[in-house]
């Protein structure tokens, strides 16, 4: 068995490597006794952290979907052209993904299980993307234009699901096929490839009170 750790860190132990098995297995492909394992401990102390698998995989979706990417300084440092502010944001992302794929995993397991927890992963990782491109197509598209709400949000999925897919290639497929392609220039041709989609070729839009966190 391990050594004998405080309460709070050894809860901690206990998540990170849940957080681990969840991303990779999914809630039902692991078990209590192999998590405990895992983590060196009998069941019985795991228990003692965790009332149930369901409680300790809610702890796991909650610690992960509460991970809040914050774009504000990239967006201060950045040009005033709508591909500039989209560009960094889009490297910001991708580089938090790089730093640990389980955060993309667990999305999108969140996503097929239909977990509560898919809302936050949209709040505090998605939102600030949504906010900026629809306030951004809001203000450069004809108002006469037809359909143009929801031309406007599906410009937004859309570019949700480029960049998600493209994550998906590079992390969590056994071929990556774009193992050649640096993280800057994914990101730049991922926005290069939707502003050409919606007809934006050079824009200037304004990005002031745009991110919402």
Do not use: C
Request: glycine content about 4%; charged content about 25%.
């Amino acid at each position: 068995m391990s050594k004998r750790l405080p309460g709070p860190e050894r809860r901690e132990s206990i998540l990170k490597v849940a957080q681990g098995l969840f991303a990779e297995k999914g809630y039902h492909g692991v078990s209590i006794d192999e998590i405990a394992r895992e983590v060196d401990v009998s069941p019985a102390i795991l228990y003692r952290h965790f009332k149930s698998k369901q409680e300790l995989y809610n702890a796991v979706l909650q610690a992960m979907s509460s991970k809040r990417e914050s774009y504000v300084q990239m967006v201060i440092n950045s040009g005033t052209s709508f591909e500039d502010v989209l560009t960094g944001m889009t490297q910001v992302y991708i580089k938090s993904i790089d730093e640990n794929p389980d955060l993309l995993r667990t999305e999108l397991q969140s996503l097929l299980e239909g977990s509560d927890a898919t809302t936050d992963f949209f709040k505090h990782r998605w939102k600030s993307f949504s906010d900026y491109i629809e306030f951004s197509l809001n203000e450069r598209l004809p108002y006469d234009m037809p359909n143009r709400e929801i031309t406007i949000l599906s410009a937004s999925l859309m570019f949700q699901g480029m960049l998600r897919e493209a994550l998906v290639q590079k992390y969590l497929q056994p071929l990556d096929r774009l193992e050649d392609v640096s993280l800057q220039e994914l990101s730049h041709e991922l926005v290069r490839l939707f502003l050409r989609a919606v007809g934006i070729e050079k824009s200037h839009l304004s990005r002031k009170a745009v991110i919402s966190g």
